[in-house]
């Protein structure tokens, strides 16, 4: 299983940006799918989640700014960015709870970062 992120780059304070997560290989079923983001020095923070059935959840920093969506017949997640800060630069990794077989239990799985920059 991969999970491979895109998206990220260099933004203005205000600006918006769409992160993408794909998860690939073999799979049954994907629980839930989310972001998370880390800047140095700090730990790894949740951003946003969303579950099969579509609840969300957001950090409190993110709410009404960041959507998060996905596309289950892709096997994909998004993020979309609107108003961003600079306190939103970080490396944002995607992470997704996957079943690789029916009687699995899930697993986490990683995207490599993608890296946000908000600075004018």
């Known amino acids: 299983v991969q999970l491979q992120a895109s998206g990220g780059g260099l933004v203005q304070p205000g600006g918006s940006l769409r992160l993408s997560c794909i998860a690939s290989g073999s799979m049954f079923a994907i629980n839930a799918m989310g972001w998370y983001r880390q800047v140095p020095g700090k730990e790894r923070e949740l951003v946003a989640i969303?579950?099969?059935?579509?609840?969300?959840q957001y950090a409190d920093s993110v709410k009404g700014r960041f959507t998060i969506s996905r596309d289950n017949a892709e096997n994909t997640v998004y993020l979309q960015m609107n108003s961003l800060q600079h306190e939103d630069t970080a490396v944002y990794y995607c992470n997704a709870d996957i079943k690789r077989q029916p009687l699995d239990f899930g697993m986490h799985y990683w995207g490599k970062g993608t890296l946000v920059t908000v600075s004018s």
């Open positions: 969303i579950r099969y059935g579509g609840t969300t």
